[in-house]
């Protein structure tokens, strides 16, 4: 009696090895196409994109997105966006896409995508043919003009000057000919800088920071304005009187 027992009992046991073997998943099965995780770095510059994968398959695309450019950009792709990201900074952006095509993507600062950050781009498919296209591309002015020319007075004056989105706080819109002092400072959240047309180019700086710098100023009419692509089209331009 005991010796049926213990057949029927490695009968059993041999029955349920068996089933687990048919109905029990294998710990080593390898993940599907679908939940794929992929990591694509994306390079933003003035003005275009860089991608250190120019197609990946379907699931998980995990974009790391670099500004290796000198003034602010994102990245939006498949409904999903960064921050605005100054200079030097990065974010990762987690997008999870199941459909086979070509995606757009596209900077939507405003003018960037105009002047040529934005595309498609191939999930599961074959990536879009790289052209060159001819988009002008506003430039971000650096090379200083000459001084300006005139009789410059004698009197030495401080200007105090507060950027922000989209304009400029003078502290005097109307000054004496001679040195002028230009103590500048961002306010806002965006990259400006303070250019005098035909004196002085200021440096783009970037939010919380600041600029001194002194010029001498014959008696006319100035415009001042930022140099940063597309901001004087929002309103980052005026006027400054120098008189005798």
């Keep these: 009696m005991r010796r ?6 490695l009968t059993a046991l041999a029955l349920t090895g068996a ?6 998943p294998s710990g080593g099965a390898s993940t599907t196409a679908a939940d794929a995780t992929t990591r694509v770095t994306v390079k933003a510059f003035e003005f275009r994109y860089t991608f250190s994968r120019r197609s990946v398959p379907t699931g998980t ?12 950009h994102d990245f939006k792709i498949a409904g999903k966006k960064t921050i605005k990201l100054l200079p030097g900074k990065s974010q990762i952006l987690r997008v999870k896409i199941a459909k086979k095509g070509r995606y757009a993507f596209l900077c939507t600062l405003l003018g960037h995508a105009g002047a040529g950050m934005k595309g498609r781009y191939a999930v599961g498919v074959t990536p879009v043919a790289t052209t060159t ?4 591309r ?25 950027m922000f989105e989209y304009g400029y706080n003078l502290s005097q819109a109307s000054i004496p000919s001679g040195q002028v002092t230009f103590v500048i400072r961002n306010n806002g959240s965006e990259v400006h800088n303070f250019s005098v047309q035909g004196v002085k180019v200021g440096t783009i700086l970037n939010p919380g920071a600041t600029e ?14 930022c140099d940063v692509p597309f901001h004087i089209d ?5 006027n400054l009187t120098v008189t005798q």
């Design 133 to 136: 296209g001819t988009t002008t």
């Design 4 to 9: 049926i027992a213990a057949v029927l009992g």
């Design 234 to 238: 929002r309103g980052m331009i005026g």
């Design 212 to 225: 001194t710098y002194t010029v001498s100023m014959p008696p006319r009419a100035y415009n001042y304005v």
């Design 138 to 162: 506003p430039p971000t002015t650096t090379t200083q003009p000459p001084p300006p020319t005139g009789t410059v007075g004698t009197a030495n004056t401080t200007v105090q000057v507060g």
């Design 19 to 24: 089933l687990a073997g048919v109905f029990l």
């Design 61 to 72: 695309i995990i974009f790391t997105v670099q500004n290796k450019g000198k003034i602010s």
